[in-house]
């Protein structure tokens, strides 16, 4: 995966007109993945993620893709001890699947 660089675009040099130049910085996605984190509680899935993840989605399906469509949680996702947490009660329903995502700009 890539975690930044500059990228650079030049146009030629016309005498009559001064020359543009351009760098423009790629961010990239981060080096490392984040890691979601799930506790079972007597009534709830606690789900976690480190606060360095910021800006990605919690996302839920009850059946893994194709047949499953990915659905993103509501936030706002409360912080707790560095980390961005999720309480998801238990019931009798179907299966859940969690992930997360980074949404595209």
Sequence with gaps: MLN???YEYREPLIQSRAANFYRLQYV???ATVPKLGCVLES???VLSWPTNFAGFNLETC???PPAG???TVAGPYPLSN???GLSVPTTNGP???FRLRKPRP
């Design 95 to 97: 299966q859940q699947f």
């Design 28 to 30: 990239g996605v981060p």
């Design 4 to 6: 930044g660089g500059f």
């Design 43 to 45: 009534n709830a899935l």
């Design 62 to 64: 009850t059946g893994l």
């Design 82 to 84: 560095g980390c961005f």
């Design 69 to 71: 469509v990915w659905q």
